[in-house]
Each structure stands twice: as structure tokens, then as C-alpha cells.
């Protein structure tokens, strides 16, 4: 395989196994984005529950702990994402 300067792999060295490897490789990232979002929404609908209901109350900092977490779990996942795309952009843009 030829490599630019920068590390990009030029068109025509790329073939079908490689065209094919790439788009797993971001559908993964897909995936695994969509993993943490859905992380995020049940601990996130946890927190809220824990504390609407109320013969739940003696949980009530359980239910704040969630609410505090669930938005951390979205960034490291949105960081992942971004970071793991860049990548790929980065090592198989096309020229």
C-alpha cells in the first residue's frame, strides 16, 4: 500500500476488502455510539424515577447520582465517537 506523506492512502490502492473493512469499522463506531446513548437515556429515566416515586424516597441520592452520571456517560461517549471518526477520516481519506 502507498502512503502519502500524511499517512492517507491514495484511491487507487485501495480494493473492495478495504472499501469493505472501512465501513465496518465506522459502523462499529456507529454501534458502539449508539450503545452509550442508550446507556445514557435508561440510567437517565432511572434517576428520574427514583425520585418521582414516592415510596422510593429513601434512594433519593441514588436518583441525584444518576442524574449526575448519565450526562458523563454522553460525553465520554460522544468523545469516543468523534475521536474514533477522526481517525478513520484521517489514515483512509481519499484523495
Same mark, same amino acid.
Given at each position: 500500500?502507498?502512503?502519502?506523506?500524511?499517512?492517507?492512502?491514495?484511491?487507487?490502492?485501495?480494493?473492495?476488502?478495504?472499501?469493505?473493512?472501512?465501513?465496518?469499522?465506522?459502523?462499529?463506531?456507529?454501534?458502539?455510539?449508539?450503545?452509550? !446513548?442508550?446507556?445514557?437515556? =435508561? +440510567? /437517565?429515566?432511572? %434517576?428520574? *424515577?427514583?425520585?418521582?416515586?414516592?415510596?422510593?424516597?429513601?434512594?433519593?441520592?441514588?436518583?441525584?447520582?444518576? !442524574?449526575?452520571?448519565?450526562? =458523563? +456517560? /454522553?460525553?465520554? %461517549?460522544? *468523545?469516543?465517537?468523534?475521536?474514533?471518526?477522526?481517525?478513520?477520516?484521517?489514515?483512509?481519506?481519499?484523495?
Amino acid at each position: 500500500m502507498k502512503l502519502s506523506r500524511k499517512n492517507v492512502q491514495i484511491k487507487e490502492d485501495l480494493i473492495t476488502r478495504d472499501w469493505l473493512a472501512i465501513d465496518r469499522t465506522r459502523m462499529a463506531n456507529e454501534r458502539t455510539f449508539l450503545a452509550y !446513548l442508550r446507556t445514557f437515556i =435508561v +440510567i /437517565l429515566s432511572s %434517576g428520574v *424515577a427514583i425520585i418521582r416515586v414516592e415510596e422510593l424516597q429513601e434512594m433519593y441520592d441514588l436518583g441525584i447520582f444518576l !442524574l449526575v452520571v448519565a450526562p =458523563v +456517560i /454522553l460525553l465520554i %461517549g460522544i *468523545a469516543r465517537f468523534l475521536y474514533v471518526r477522526r481517525h478513520i477520516r484521517k489514515y483512509f481519506t481519499v484523495k
